[in-house]
Antibody, heavy 125, light 107 residues
Framework: QVQLQESGPGLVKPSETLSLTCTVSGVFIGNYYWSWIRQSPGKGLEWIGYIFYSGSTKYDPSLMSRLTILIDTSKSQFSLRLSSVTAADTAVYYC???????????????????WGQGTMVTVSS | DIQMTQSPSSLSASVGDRVTITCRASQGIRNDLGWYQQKPGKAPKRLIYGASSLQGGVPSRFSGSGSGTEFTLTISSLQPEDFATYYCLQHNSYPLTFGGGTKVEIK
């Protein structure tokens, strides 16, 4: 059974770094795009960024200066680091998988087909 | 950024009703669109990919259509388990963007 599981602190202080890990089980981490998505309380969904199994990344421009996504294929894990957090970063954070699509020789991610259950992160002193 | 305008933001319907939700993209996205259902406290679940392909295991009362800038999710006969919030997602251009959501409530 394919599963994604987020883990990390549920409480982060303002100005500190939010760190989360997504552990992938039941499927080889290769050949997929692995994304982070968040949802602020009572709000809609926001894509944060992805990492391809090769290590290439794409980030939301509004978060790019604070964001790092890494992958460890040997552990079947990928991670999120978001620095200098504020209350606006309080949200449920999801990890998700996308297959790759090809168009004109260009590879890009399909719509997310598999999601973790999500983990709530609160930014507060 | 491509803006995804989803309408309506909420609707009230009865079991057995036909429900239609629309997403409009601010520029053409071919058929690079997915539809998701989210229930409270749960992760979104993909219903439709490629604008019109039904995800395995999803009931056939769900269908998607459209291409370019206008897309539709239709539930042909609303069932009690369909009361949820629905989102569209464009994955054609970066950053990937979601619609604002449509909350389907019981009338």
């Amino acid at each position: 059974q394919v599963q994604l599981q987020e883990s990390g602190p549920g409480l982060v202080k303002p100005s500190e770094t939010l760190s989360l890990t997504c552990t992938v089980s039941g499927v080889f981490i290769g050949n997929y795009y692995w994304s982070w998505i968040r949802q602020s309380p009572g709000k809609g969904l926001e894509w944060i960024g992805y990492i391809f199994y090769s290590g290439s990344t794409k980030y939301d421009p509004s978060l790019m200066s604070r964001l790092t996504i890494l992958i460890d294929t040997s552990k079947s894990q990928f991670s999120l680091r978001l620095s200098s957090v504020t209350a606006a970063d309080t949200a449920v954070y999801y990890c998700a998988r996308s297959a790759g699509l090809l168009y004109g020789g260009y590879s890009y991610p399909d719509a997310f087909d598999l999601w973790g259950q999500g983990t709530m992160v609160t930014v507060s002193s | 950024d491509i803006q995804m305008t989803q309408s309506p933001s909420s609707l009230s319907a009865s079991v057995g009703d036909r429900v239609t939700i629309t997403c409009r993209a601010s520029q053409g996205i071919r058929n690079d669109l997915g539809w998701y259902q989210q229930k409270p406290g749960k992760a979104p679940k993909r219903l439709i990919y490629g604008a019109s392909s039904l995800q395995g295991g999803v009931p056939s009362r769900f269908s998607g259509s459209g291409s370019g800038t206008e897309f539709t999710l239709t539930i042909s006969s609303l069932q009690p388990e369909d009361f949820a919030t629905y989102y569209c997602l464009q994955h054609n251009s970066y950053p990937l963007t979601f619609g604002g959501g449509t909350k389907v409530e019981i009338k």
